[in-house]
């Protein structure tokens, strides 16, 4: 079992930067493949990016390719998301996910077991 905690979150204006972060407990990290999803009022979670066990394999959902870059220290058990040219649009909860489940990197929220509880971003016009 591993517990998630983020952190990172704030407002910020749009085409601004932040860097989400996500803490893992447990010894296992490195075991798990990592996701960022994020969810609006109203909206379905949205998957946004994943990394393998390694790092040595991301993917990205096509509305954040080219703006977001996540990656891992297994090291510190934490996972990133760098998130640069913000949006109003990526005003969201954001959520780090982790699952047993390999390659290829997976997309469905119903795929990850362990998620952490959220931190809000919000990019204002």
């Known amino acids: 079992q591993v517990q998630l905690v983020e952190s990172g979150g704030g407002l910020v204006q749009a085409g601004g930067s932040l860097r989400l972060s996500c803490a893992a407990s447990?010894?296992?990290?490195?075991?798990?493949?990592m996701g960022w999803f994020r969810q609006a009022p109203g909206k379905e979670r949205e998957f946004l990016a994943g990394?393998?066990?390694?790092?040595?394999?991301?993917y990205y959902a096509d509305s954040v390719k080219g703006r977001f870059t996540i990656s891992r220290d297994n090291a510190k058990n934490t996972v990133y998301l760098q998130m640069n040219s913000l949006k109003p649009e990526d005003t969201a909860f954001y959520y780090c996910?982790?699952?047993?489940?390999?390659?290829?990197?997976?997309?469905?929220?119903?795929?990850?077991?362990?998620w952490g509880q959220g931190t809000q971003v919000t990019v204002s016009s």
């Open positions: 990394i393998s066990w390694s790092g040595g394999s991301t």
């Open positions: 996910a982790a699952t047993f489940y390999t390659n290829p990197i997976r997309s469905q929220a119903y795929e990850y077991r362990y």
């Open positions: 447990g010894r296992t990290f490195s075991s798990y493949t």
